[in-house]
């Protein structure tokens, strides 16, 4: 059970990385806008999660109890974001209004930061019972 927990560990770390280049990559201006002129709010978290997203991969590959925590803070942040203040993240100029295809991306982020809540809770109760098992 200890293998399947840190396999799973290691699987949203990946995603995670992944999350992170696609930061990297709205920033170069390489995701279909010019981040410059993006809105300020955009640009914001874009930074935020980037730093967050590379917090939790390096503490999930290294074992840092601290990487549990920067998961929990993105995961539900971004679920807080993408449901309750999704309004808010959508109110932009026209330049950079969404269309209907990527304000419904924003409810696959949603599913995507649950279903790895319930399986990132799971591995870390695994590991911690094996850590007071000892």
């Known amino acids: 059970m200890q293998m399947i927990a840190t396999i799973i560990i290691r699987i ?3 995603f995670y990385l992944y999350g992170a280049a696609v930061h990297v990559m709205n920033m170069l201006g390489l995701s279909g806008f010019d981040w410059s002129e993006a809105p300020f709010k955009w640009q914001l978290l874009d930074m935020i999660y980037l730093v967050l997203d590379i917090y939790v991969v390096t503490g999930f590959f290294l074992g840092w109890k601290s990487g549990y ?21 959508i109110d932009v100029p026209a330049d950079f209004a969404l269309e209907q295809e990527q304000v419904g991306y924003l409810t696959t982020l949603v599913i995507f930061h649950c279903v790895t809540l319930f399986f990132v809770s799971l591995a870390f109760y695994r590991q911690k019972e094996k850590l007071l098992a000892t």
């Open 12 to 14: 949203v770390a990946l």
């Open 69 to 89: 925590l920067a998961f929990y803070i993105a995961a539900f942040s971004q679920i807080v974001l993408y449901t309750i203040f999704r309004d808010w993240i």
